[in-house]
C-alpha cells in the first residue's frame, strides 16, 4: 500500500472489517434457514420466507435514493438500519411454528428491509473514501465473500445450528457489531442533498429507451427469466442435503462461494476477454443446468457417487452465479451512457434480485416444490430439480439465438 495512488492501509482494513461482518450477518442465516423452517414443521412457508429478500431488493433503490442520497450520512443511516434488522432478525425464530408463520415471515421481511439497503450504502462509503476504487474495490470485495464463508463454517461447526434458532441470533449479534462499527467509519455525506426526488429516477426509467434495441432488451429479460430459476438452490438446498445425509450443511455450501473467489480472480476476466459477454453469460446458465442435473442424479445415488456430484454442483457456483450477474453489471456498464449508469444498474438488480428472485421463489418453491410431493423424499427431490433444467434450456436457446453483442463502444442512441 505504499503506492500514493492507493488507499492507506488504516483505511483498507477499517473498510474491509465493515465488508466482512456485513456479509457474515447474511451467510449466518441464508443458507440454512430452510432446513430450520423444515425442522420446525414449516416447509410450507418456505417459499415466502425466501421471497423477503427480494421484496427488499425492489424497494431497495427508492429508501437509498431518498434518504441516503439527500438528507442522512451513508455511515449513520447504515449504522441506524443494522440495529434495526439486528433486533428484527433475533426476534424472528420466536415465532418459527405453523400457527404464528405469517409473524415469522413479517420478522423476515423487517430484517431485510432494514439488512438490503446496507449492501447498496456499504459500497457507497466504499467507493467515496478508497483512493483507487478499480483496483482497491474488488480486494474489499473479497472480504464479503469471506465473511459469508466465515459465517458458514461458524453456524456449522461452531454451532452445530443448522436446524437451531442460534443461526439468527449469530446473524443478529453481528449485525448488533457492525452496526456499533459503522458510527466509525469516515463520514459519507449525502451527495444530493437538497435535491427533489423523482421517483422515476429511482427506478431508471431513463434506462427505459434502450429496450428499443433487441440486444439490450434480450439481455435484461433474459437475466430476469435465468434468475426465475435460481431460488431453490438457496431456499431448499440445505434441506436437500440433510435429505442426504450432509448434516453439515451450512459449511458444506460455503465450498461455492471459495469456489466463486477464484473465478472472479483468475477464470472470470480472462473467459470475458478471450469470449466476449454472451459467451460468459451461456455458460453462466449452462452451468445452473449442469448443477441442478446433479442435484437429481445425487437424489437417488450413494456413497462416493452421490457426494461427489454434490460436490461438484456447489463448486459450479463460481460459474453459475458470477458468470451471469458479472456478465450483467458489465454488459450495462458498456452499452448505456454514463449519465444513466447507476440507474441502470439499479434497474437490472431490480429484474434479477428483485423480480427474478421473488417469482423464483412463488413459482419453484411455492408451486412446484409441493406439486411433485410423494412418499419417497428422495424420488420427490430427483423429480424436482429436474423441473428447473427444462426451463433453462429454453432460456439458454433463446438468448444463444436472439442475443447479438455489439463492441462495448456501440451505445445505442436513445
Given at each position: 500500500m505504499?503506492?500514493?495512488?492507493?488507499?492507506?492501509?488504516?483505511l483498507?482494513v477499517?473498510?474491509s472489517?465493515?465488508?466482512?461482518?456485513?456479509?457474515?450477518?447474511?451467510?449466518?442465516?441464508?443458507?440454512t434457514m430452510g432446513?430450520?423452517?423444515?425442522?420446525?414443521?414449516?416447509g410450507a412457508?418456505?417459499g415466502?420466507?425466501?421471497s423477503?429478500?427480494p421484496i427488499a431488493?425492489?424497494i431497495?433503490?427508492f429508501?437509498?435514493g431518498v434518504f441516503?442520497d439527500?438528507?442522512i450520512?451513508?455511515?449513520?443511516?447504515?449504522?441506524?438500519l443494522?440495529?434495526?434488522?439486528?433486533?428484527?432478525?433475533?426476534?424472528?425464530p420466536?415465532f418459527a411454528s405453523p400457527e404464528?408463520?405469517?409473524?415469522?415471515?413479517?420478522?423476515?421481511?423487517?430484517?431485510t428491509?432494514?439488512?438490503?439497503p446496507t449492501?447498496g450504502l456499504?459500497n457507497?462509503?466504499?467507493?467515496?473514501?478508497?483512493s483507487?476504487?478499480d483496483?482497491?474495490?474488488p480486494?474489499?470485495?473479497?472480504f464479503?465473500?469471506?465473511?459469508?464463508i466465515?459465517?458458514g463454517?461458524v453456524?456449522?461447526?461452531v454451532?452445530?445450528a443448522?436446524r437451531?434458532?442460534m443461526?439468527f441470533y449469530?446473524?443478529?449479534?453481528a449485525a448488533?457489531a457492525v452496526?456499533?462499527y459503522?458510527?466509525f467509519l469516515?463520514?459519507?455525506p449525502?451527495?444530493?442533498?437538497g435535491?427533489?426526488?423523482?421517483?422515476s429516477?429511482?427506478?431508471g426509467a431513463?434506462?427505459?429507451p434502450?429496450f428499443?434495441h433487441l440486444?439490450f432488451a434480450v439481455?435484461?429479460?433474459?437475466?430476469?427469466?435465468a434468475?426465475i430459476s435460481m431460488?431453490p438452490?438457496?431456499?431448499?438446498?440445505s434441506?436437500?442435503a440433510?435429505?442426504l445425509g450432509?448434516?453439515?450443511?451450512g459449511a458444506f455450501f460455503?465450498?461455492?462461494?471459495v469456489a466463486?473467489?477464484?473465478?472472479?480472480?483468475?477464470?472470470?476476466?480472462?473467459?470475458?476477454k478471450?469470449?466476449?459477454i454472451?459467451?460468459?453469460m451461456?455458460?453462466?446458465?449452462?452451468?445452473?443446468?449442469?448443477?441442478f442435473?446433479?442435484?437429481?442424479g445425487a437424489a437417488?445415488?450413494t456413497?462416493?457417487?452421490m457426494m461427489?456430484?454434490?460436490?461438484?454442483?456447489?463448486l459450479l457456483h463460481?460459474?453459475?452465479y458470477d458468470?451471469?450477474?458479472i456478465?450483467?453489471y458489465?454488459?450495462?456498464?458498456r452499452?448505456?451512457g454514463?449519465?444513466?449508469?447507476a440507474?441502470?444498474?439499479?434497474l437490472?438488480?431490480?429484474?434479477t434480485?428483485?423480480?427474478g428472485f421473488?417469482?423464483?421463489?412463488?413459482?419453484f418453491v411455492?408451486r412446484?416444490?409441493?406439486?411433485?410431493q410423494?412418499?419417497d423424499?428422495?424420488?420427490?427431490?430427483?423429480?424436482?430439480?429436474?423441473t428447473?433444467?427444462?426451463y433453462?434450456v429454453?432460456?439458454l436457446?433463446?438468448f444463444a439465438v436472439?442475443f447479438?453483442?455489439?463492441r462495448s463502444?456501440?451505445?445505442p442512441p436513445v
Amino acid at each position: 500500500m505504499s503506492d500514493a495512488n492507493r488507499s492507506p492501509l488504516r483505511l483498507f482494513v477499517t473498510l474491509s472489517g465493515m465488508m466482512f461482518v456485513l456479509f457474515f450477518v447474511w451467510g449466518a442465516w441464508y443458507v440454512t434457514m430452510g432446513s430450520f423452517m423444515t425442522e420446525r414443521k414449516m416447509g410450507a412457508y418456505i417459499g415466502w420466507a425466501y421471497s423477503v429478500a427480494p421484496i427488499a431488493a425492489i424497494i431497495t433503490p427508492f429508501f437509498i435514493g431518498v434518504f441516503a442520497d439527500r438528507f442522512i450520512n451513508a455511515e449513520k443511516l447504515q449504522a441506524i438500519l443494522l440495529f434495526l434488522s439486528g433486533l428484527f432478525i433475533c426476534l424472528t425464530p420466536q415465532f418459527a411454528s405453523p400457527e404464528s408463520a405469517k409473524i415469522f415471515t413479517a420478522m423476515l421481511l423487517a430484517h431485510t428491509l432494514c439488512f438490503m439497503p446496507t449492501l447498496g450504502l456499504s459500497n457507497t462509503i466504499c467507493l467515496k473514501h478508497l483512493s483507487n476504487p478499480d483496483k482497491d474495490y474488488p480486494i474489499v470485495r473479497v472480504f464479503a465473500t469471506a465473511g459469508w464463508i466465515v459465517a458458514g463454517l461458524v453456524v456449522s461447526f461452531v454451532f452445530k445450528a443448522e436446524r437451531s434458532p442460534m443461526q439468527f441470533y449469530v446473524a443478529g449479534g453481528a449485525a448488533f457489531a457492525v452496526g456499533i462499527y459503522s458510527f466509525f467509519l469516515p463520514a459519507t455525506p449525502p451527495p444530493s442533498r437538497g435535491k427533489s426526488v423523482r421517483i422515476s429516477e429511482l427506478y431508471g426509467a431513463a434506462t427505459l429507451p434502450y429496450f428499443k434495441h433487441l440486444g439490450f432488451a434480450v439481455f435484461m429479460f433474459a437475466s430476469l427469466f435465468a434468475c426465475i430459476s435460481m431460488m431453490p438452490y438457496w431456499a431448499l438446498g440445505s434441506t436437500f442435503a440433510n435429505d442426504l445425509g450432509i448434516e453439515r450443511s451450512g459449511a458444506f455450501f460455503t465450498m461455492g462461494q471459495v469456489a466463486e473467489l477464484f473465478v472472479l480472480a483468475f477464470v472470470l476476466p480472462l473467459f470475458i476477454k478471450k469470449f466476449g459477454i454472451k459467451w460468459t453469460m451461456l455458460i453462466g446458465i449452462a452451468s445452473w443446468i449442469i448443477r441442478f442435473v446433479l442435484f437429481s442424479g445425487a437424489a437417488t445415488s450413494t456413497g462416493a457417487t452421490m457426494m461427489t456430484m454434490m460436490v461438484v454442483a456447489v463448486l459450479l457456483h463460481g460459474f453459475s452465479y458470477d458468470f451471469v450477474f458479472i456478465s450483467g453489471y458489465l454488459y450495462v456498464d458498456r452499452h448505456v451512457g454514463e449519465e444513466i449508469r447507476a440507474q441502470a444498474q439499479g434497474l437490472l438488480v431490480v429484474f434479477t434480485q428483485g423480480i427474478g428472485f421473488f417469482l423464483s421463489s412463488q413459482i419453484f418453491v411455492n408451486r412446484v416444490w409441493p406439486s411433485v410431493q410423494t412418499d419417497d423424499p428422495l424420488t420427490t427431490w430427483k423429480a424436482f430439480w429436474m423441473t428447473p433444467v427444462f426451463y433453462l434450456v429454453v432460456i439458454l436457446i433463446l438468448f444463444a439465438v436472439l442475443f447479438r453483442e455489439k463492441r462495448s463502444t456501440d451505445v445505442p442512441p436513445v
